[in-house]
């Protein structure tokens, strides 16, 4: 079988279906042993979708009966926040949840197989535990090395697409060759699963790999109306698709296998968010090329337990408080940020949470001092460009940049910085005061209009208004 398609849209769900019937690989399930973290933190909103994509991805596999010994690190106390997302819900918004009830979490904890450590021990923990397991299991085991946090953006550095275990200071990375490194010179079967950014660094000869997104990035849900992030696309995808193997009695149906399996992931998330570009991955290990892959990821050998549905999100019709002066402000302001057509990335949903939280009154002070220095340099410069246009109008480009509906893509934006005009001009260029961990420090729909005028006056002219805006802006 040819090695599956990384990218794209992709052709039928069912193409890769390996029948029970027709295949002798699936006549033996394998022994099974889990080692997975999450690197969610309760002080960083930007980790908030994390905790449910690991807690749901845990509920899948408990109590089958070929798993062995499983461990799955976080850093902080599930119990506190699920009370603090109200309640660990996963999935759109808009469509019933699943739903992680407190008690399978208490559950968890007192049988020790999910373990809170501090949280820049997270990663080292997991890789020790994986170390640990791939030198105890033999080749009758599989093994699921699953891994729910960012991937670093950095295209010009070699820790570009590594899995943040820890977001720090210092951060605590890890790499693929780590994880080679842990199973060097044992027999197991490894498969890494990850919902991270950017994964396809993580396809190795040493060991299968299952991802969210090979060259790009992979979104989230968008928060529900009580204000709780409700997950990323691929856990709940991946989840959807390893209960559908089974029948309606329980009975396993069939395998989805390479192809297979990373069309359906797809095609399960370009359903949900229809909009935007979807690249998951599966890759196989040089062992593994030889064989159907009914095994990767290792599947439950069990239908999985049924999960409580929560019905769709209901904004709360409870009035929001009279806000002071201050926030009344502030409120303006984000008025005016979602009202501007701004990109639909990581940093929108975040500034989003932020307002939506503003507005309840329940937004935190260092969050609040950080959501004014955003959204005041990024009007500043939004009225900047304004009044520059009004006198040379870049072609093609609405007048007023809040009207405007497209931005610089990822691709675009990387070749943009890296035109040597810009590189001198990189210390004046509108770099924001906050922005997520994905994504880039400057505004894709400014960087558009500052292109246009580049192209129209010349790097000079850009170059003495930047400097001049720079200095206003201060």
């Given at each position: 079988?040819?090695?599956?398609?990384?990218?794209?849209?992709?052709?039928?769900?069912?193409?890769?279906?390996?029948?029970?019937?027709?295949?002798?690989?699936?006549?033996?399930?394998?022994?099974?042993?889990?080692?997975?973290?999450?690197?969610?933190?309760?002080?960083?909103?930007?980790?908030?979708?994390?905790?449910?994509?690991?807690?749901?991805?845990?509920?899948?596999?408990?109590?089958?009966?070929?798993?062995?010994r499983e461990k799955w690190f976080l850093g902080v106390d599930p119990v506190v926040e699920e009370?603090?997302?109200?309640?660990?819900?996963?999935?759109?918004?808009?469509?019933k949840r699943k739903m992680i009830s407190s008690g399978l979490i208490n559950a968890w904890i007192?049988?020790?197989?999910?373990?809170?450590?501090?949280?820049?021990?997270?990663?080292p923990r997991a890789l020790q535990e994986l170390r640990t397991a791939a030198q105890e299991c033999?080749?009758?085991?599989?093994?699921?090395?699953?891994?729910?946090?960012?991937?670093?953006?950095?295209?010009?550095?070699?820790?570009?697409?590594?899995?943040?275990?820890?977001?720090?200071?210092?951060?605590?990375?890890?790499?693929?060759?780590?994880?080679?490194?842990?199973?060097?010179?044992?027999?197991?079967?490894?498969?890494?699963?990850?919902?991270?950014?950017?994964?396809?660094?993580?396809?190795?000869?040493?060991?299968?790999?299952?991802?969210?997104?090979?060259?790009?990035?992979?979104?989230?849900?968008?928060?529900?109306?009580?204000?709780?992030?409700?997950?990323?696309?691929?856990?709940?995808?991946?989840?959807?698709?390893?209960?559908?193997?089974?029948?309606?009695?329980?009975?396993?149906?069939?395998?989805?296998?390479?192809?297979?399996?990373?069309?359906?992931?797809?095609?399960?998330?370009?359903?949900?968010?229809?909009?935007?570009?979807?690249?998951?991955?599966?890759?196989?290990?040089?062992?593994?090329?030889?064989?159907?892959?009914?095994?990767?990821?290792?599947?439950?050998?069990?239908?999985?337990?049924?999960?409580?549905?929560?019905?769709?999100?209901?904004?709360?019709?409870?009035?929001?408080?009279?806000?002071?002066?201050?926030?009344?402000?502030?409120?303006?302001?984000?008025?005016?940020?979602?009202?501007?057509?701004?990109?639909?990335?990581?940093?929108?949903?975040?500034?989003?949470?932020?307002?939506?939280?503003?507005?309840?009154?329940?937004?935190?002070?260092?969050?609040?001092?950080?959501?004014?220095?955003?959204?005041?340099?990024?009007?500043?410069?939004?009225?900047?460009?304004?009044?520059?246009?009004?006198?040379?109008?870049?072609?093609?480009?609405?007048?007023?940049?809040?009207?405007?509906?497209?931005?610089?893509?990822?691709?675009?934006?990387?070749?943009?910085?890296?035109?040597?005009?810009?590189?001198?001009?990189?210390?004046?260029?509108?770099?924001?005061?906050?922005?997520?961990?994905?994504?880039?420090?400057?505004?894709?729909?400014?960087?558009?209009?500052?292109?246009?005028?580049?192209?129209?006056?010349?790097?000079?002219?850009?170059?003495?208004?930047?400097?001049?805006?720079?200095?206003?802006?201060?």
């Open positions: 079988m040819s090695e599956p398609a990384v990218g794209g849209n992709v052709g039928g769900v069912m193409a890769g279906v390996q029948q029970l019937s027709l295949n002798k690989e699936g006549t033996e399930m394998r022994k099974l042993r889990i080692v997975a973290f999450c690197s969610a933190s309760s002080s960083d909103p930007k980790d908030d979708p994390f905790l449910p994509d690991f807690l749901l991805l845990k509920n899948t596999f408990q109590k089958q009966p070929n798993l062995g009370a603090r997302l109200n309640g660990i819900l996963h999935g759109d918004p808009e469509r007192a049988d020790e197989s999910l373990v809170q450590v501090d949280p820049p021990d997270v990663g033999g080749a009758e085991y599989d093994i699921l090395f699953l891994t729910i946090g960012h991937g670093r953006r950095e295209r010009h550095l070699p820790t570009h697409g590594h899995v943040v275990a820890y977001t720090g200071p210092p951060p605590v990375l890890i790499s693929p060759s780590e994880v080679e490194a842990a199973i060097a010179g044992t027999k197991a079967r490894v498969t890494m699963v990850s919902n991270s950014c950017f994964g396809g660094v993580y396809c190795s000869p040493k060991f299968n790999y299952i991802g969210a997104s090979n060259k790009k990035e992979a979104w989230a849900h968008v928060r529900g109306g009580s204000d709780g992030a409700r997950g990323t696309l691929f856990p709940g995808c991946l989840d959807d698709v390893l209960r559908e193997e089974f029948l309606e009695d329980e009975s396993r149906g069939y395998f989805l296998t390479a192809d297979g399996l990373r069309n359906a992931i797809f095609h399960k998330m370009d359903e949900i968010l229809p909009a935007y570009f979807h690249d998951p991955i599966v890759r196989r290990s040089d062992a593994q090329r030889g064989h159907t892959g009914i095994g990767i990821p290792p599947r439950p050998q069990i239908a999985p337990g049924e999960v409580t549905l929560a019905n769709a999100s209901i904004p709360s019709p409870s009035p929001s408080p009279i806000p002071d002066p201050v926030s009344a402000q502030l409120l303006d302001i984000g008025d005016y940020y979602l009202s501007s057509n701004p990109e639909k990335g990581r940093t929108f949903w975040l500034l989003d949470i932020w307002i939506a939280r503003l507005r309840k009154g329940t937004l935190r002070d260092e969050s609040a001092k950080l959501l004014k220095s955003y959204l005041t340099y990024h009007r500043s410069w939004n009225q900047e460009i304004n009044t520059y246009i009004t006198k040379s109008h870049p072609p093609k480009l609405p007048k007023k940049i809040e009207k405007c509906t497209v931005w610089l893509e990822t691709e675009e934006i990387q070749e943009f910085l890296a035109t040597p005009e810009i590189k001198k001009l990189d210390s004046f260029l509108p770099n924001h005061p906050i922005i997520h961990i994905g994504e880039w420090e400057h505004d894709a729909k400014q960087l558009l209009y500052l292109k246009a005028i580049l192209d129209k006056v010349g790097a000079a002219t850009l170059g003495k208004w930047l400097r001049r805006s720079k200095r206003r802006l201060k």
